[in-house]
């Protein structure tokens, strides 16, 4: 009987200590600061735009020296049309709702180049257009 006493003691005392030796993180001066670097809101970061935000300005399709169209958060817009249309933006599904049709596309970039896939219709490439 003291031996299963003395040898439950020894099981619970490795027990406990092994418990207590987890290795505490300590941080100084210098890796607290580089963990700051990579937080938001603070110096130094910059998050990755969304897609929908990246999206947003005036692209070109190359054809000619003027800009295809303008993507706003509510519609994209044709200067030589004059006319704007809505989409939606779903992942990175779009949705352009013409008066005849509705355009579906997957829509992803390859560095600058936005790249609308569609497996309906025609696929389409543009870049930022530059005064």
């Given at each position: 009987?003291?031996?299963?006493?003395?040898?439950?003691?020894?099981?619970?005392?490795?027990?406990?200590?092994?418990?207590?030796?987890?290795?505490?993180?300590?941080y100084d001066k210098d890796s607290v600061k580089l963990k700051q670097d990579f937080l938001p809101g603070v110096s130094g970061?910059?998050?990755?735009?969304?897609?929908e935000d990246s999206l947003y300005g005036i692209w070109t399709d190359g054809s000619d020296n003027n800009a295809t169209i303008k993507i706003k958060p509510d519609s994209i817009y044709y200067p030589d049309q004059f006319k704007s249309y809505k989409y939606t933006l779903k992942g990175d599904s779009i949705k352009i709702y013409y008066d005849e049709y509705t355009y579906r596309a997957r829509v992803y970039f390859v560095k600058d180049t936005l790249m609308m896939d569609s497996k309906e219709d025609e696929s389409v490439k543009f870049w930022k257009f530059k005064n």
């Open positions: 009987m003291i031996k299963k006493i003395y040898y439950l003691s020894f099981l619970l005392v490795i027990f406990f200590s092994c418990g207590n030796s987890r290795q505490k993180i300590k970061f910059s998050p990755k735009p969304s897609l």
